[in-house]
């Protein structure tokens, strides 16, 4: 178990074209090295659903509190706090998200998805990703703020610079320093966004951060700051990579489409199992807090390790069929927000914006698929469809 599973096989796990379809290679790494070192970094990286799932709802033995290199000063809240600072933060911003008060954001949203639908429908051809899995999700974290739609394509760039810089450079050392200048762009913009408000904080999700109390104290400046950080590079990415991951399968694999079509109440399994069986957020980091064994491998205190949430959702050994994707799957208990206290906070959110825009999208799209002659281009990491040109008849 302590052997390293083959260099290149882990080097080539995160590339690009193995991000198109990665399953048989998590299958692979689970057969032949459930935990194991990766190549590049020498980081022990866990494969398993059993092993992962532990890690995970262990707070105590692997801790979030870990630099990221993503251009923050301060760690990002709740998400880089461990119990019990963790715990005061999310008692404060739980409510914020739950499945009541995002339930009633589906009108806007379902009328934002219409409205950028008929942008291109009678063109008979888009590119998905800069057309609608983009624009939609952003203008919702937007508005869930307060913040001006003229403002998306700033948040754009800052998104782009904090969690993909290989967009504009492919030297490690360059991408490390337009994080960090992205970073100082980010806290600028809400320093005068928290000015501007002051005396006057707003009836949305940042007004309701001006305001809140924790312990009877209000928030201090920097924590506000430190939430936003978290709630931009969380709300702006992820939604969209699995909003373009699940329209990529779906043109790819027409019959599971026209079932959707033909029942759309099967939205709401099918966004789960597609959860499961794509995992745009692919990997977690710890901290080990003290030397421990995983599944025989000996990991030691302060080493940074990665389980591989993409992995686990496709083990054999947890999920029956596990490599079929199957909109009827019964408890379909999943880690593709993650698991434990570390559990996604937007995870309702982000189930509704994509229930609402797969309704949206099969109403007046039924019949889609990749423009002949293209291919689909994944990302590495977090897995987005950066480009996903397709094709229906106008």
């Known amino acids: 178990m302590a052997e390293l599973f083959d260099e290149q096989e882990k080097v080539r796990l995160f590339l690009p074209e193995i991000m198109r379809c990665p399953q048989p290679h998590y299958a692979e790494l689970r057969s032949k090295c459930p935990v194991g070192r990766m190549f ?115 948040f754009l760039e800052i998104k782009d610079g904090i969690i993909r810089p290989q967009k504009f450079t492919t030297d490690f050392a360059k991408a490390a320093e337009i994080r960090v200048t992205t970073g100082q762009r980010m806290y600028a913009y809400f320093e005068d966004e928290i000015a501007r408000r002051k005396g006057n904080p707003g009836d949305d999700l940042l007004g309701s951060l001006l305001v809140a109390e924790i312990d009877g104290k209000k928030l201090e400046h920097n924590e506000i700051l430190d939430i936003c950080f978290l709630m931009l590079i969380a709300g702006l990415d992820t939604v969209t990579s699995t909003l373009g991951c699940n329209i990529a399968y779906l043109a790819q694999n027409p019959d599971q489409r026209r079932r959707l079509v033909d029942d759309p109440s099967l939205i709401p399994s099918a966004v789960e199992e597609l959860l499961r069986w794509e995992t745009p957020v692919t990997a977690v980091p710890r901290r080990a807090t003290r030397d421990v064994t995983i599944a025989g491998f000996e990991v030691k205190k302060d080493e940074i390790v990665t389980f591989l949430i993409g992995s686990a959702n496709t083990d054999e050994a947890h999920f029956r069929d596990a490599q079929t994707v199957d909109f009827d799957r019964d408890r379909n208990i999943h880690m593709a927000f993650g698991a434990g206290r570390h559990r996604c906070l937007g995870s309702h959110l982000a189930r509704m914006e994509l229930q609402v825009a797969m309704e949206e999208w099969h109403k007046r799209i039924p019949e889609y698929a990749i423009k002949p002659g293209e291919t689909p281009i994944y990302s590495a990491g977090i897995r987005e469809v950066t480009y996903l040109p397709l094709v229906w008849n106008a």
């Open 40 to 154: 590049f970094t020498n980081s022990p990286i866990v494969s398993h659903f059993k092993d992962v799932s532990e890690a995970l709802h262990d707070s105590d033995l692997f801790s979030s509190a870990i630099d990221l290199g993503l251009g923050n000063v301060r760690p990002m809240i709740p998400q880089q706090l461990d119990p019990p600072a963790q715990t005061r933060y999310r008692r404060l911003l739980d409510p914020l998200f739950s499945r009541k008060k995002m339930a009633e954001l589906v009108p806007a949203i379902r009328a934002h998805a219409a409205a950028l639908i008929d942008e291109f429908a009678e063109q008979g051809e888009c590119e998905f990703d800069s057309a609608f899995a983009i624009p939609l999700p952003c203008t919702a974290f937007l508005s869930l703020f307060g913040l001006p739609l003229s403002d998306l394509p700033t």
